[in-house]
């Protein structure tokens, strides 16, 4: 009786341990229907001209220079 026991205890142990391995086999013999996919374009920014660069750099000095002269003591 102990030998049935075993017997079955060893076999149902082995197919649960062999269950993963047949689920992955049908899985990669299946094909799975492919779906297209659209993908959009990025617009890209438009380029900024060089007059308002020179702005910003000056915006940027000024801007740096009054930071300066606050944080400067008194004399």
Known sequence: MKKLFAVLFT???AISLAMPVFAQ???TQETAPKTETKV???KKPKKVSKEVKKEAKKEAKEAKGAAKAEEAPPK
């Open 25 to 27: 086999e049908t899985a």
């Open 11 to 13: 076999l149902a142990f």
């Open 40 to 42: 959009e374009k990025v």
